[in-house]
């Protein structure tokens, strides 16, 4: 099967998005690997210039991914917090590494 490079793209867009409301991560790490193949891919194609309104569609959906993937993060940082589990206030670099490592805020040396 060749695809064109922006189903693909779609496809992996939708993917990521279940994967996001149904919480199922494993779902959301192939879905987002299978995004980036897809926008590379779509990269090494170029673009028609009909395929601009189909593009801006896409970086909408993104976009959309992108905002609940954000609402996520904010449950379960407010979700450790509460039990006491983590101090989430943790940084992250434009590699995605930790700029500081997370704590446990229960004081357990007794």
């Keep these: 099967m060749n695809a064109h490079p922006l189903d693909a793209l779609e496809f992996a867009l939708n993917e990521e998005r279940r994967a996001l409301l149904d919480h199922d991560v494993e779902a959301l790490l192939r879905s987002t690997q299978a995004k980036l193949e897809a926008l590379r891919a779509a990269e090494h194609a170029g673009a028609a210039a009909n395929d601009a309104p189909r593009v801006l569609a896409l970086s909408e959906l993104n976009h959309?991914?992108?905002?609940?993937?954000?609402?996520?993060?904010?449950?379960?940082n407010w979700a450790l917090r509460h039990l006491g589990r983590l101090d989430a206030d943790t940084?992250?670099?434009?590699?995605?590494?930790?700029?500081?490592?997370?704590?446990?805020?229960?004081?357990?040396?007794v």
């Design 91 to 109: 940084t992250y670099d434009a590699t995605g590494q930790s700029g500081a490592k997370p704590h446990s805020r229960l004081n357990v040396s």
């Design 64 to 76: 959309a991914n992108g905002a609940l993937l954000a609402r996520r993060r904010r449950e379960v």
